[in-house]
């Protein structure tokens, strides 16, 4: 599994805070799993590819 944040579907931008995120919903647990990983790769990632809906017309 990847880590890569900027090249994730769920990396976003958000205008009004002027800062990028995650947008993944994590409840408490998740959060804790996620936090205590130890080789640091992030479960959700997930590529981002901008053509893929265009590919799929």
Do not use: K, S
């Not at 890569?4 to 009004?16: F, K």
């Amino acid at each position: 599994m990847a880590g890569n944040c900027e090249e994730c579907v769920h990396y976003d931008y958000d205008d009004e805070i002027d800062a990028w995120f995650c947008t993944m919903d994590l409840d408490e647990d998740e959060m804790e799993r996620f936090l205590r990983r130890a080789n640091g790769d992030c479960p959700f990632y997930r590529r981002g590819d901008d053509y893929e809906t265009a590919r799929r017309q």
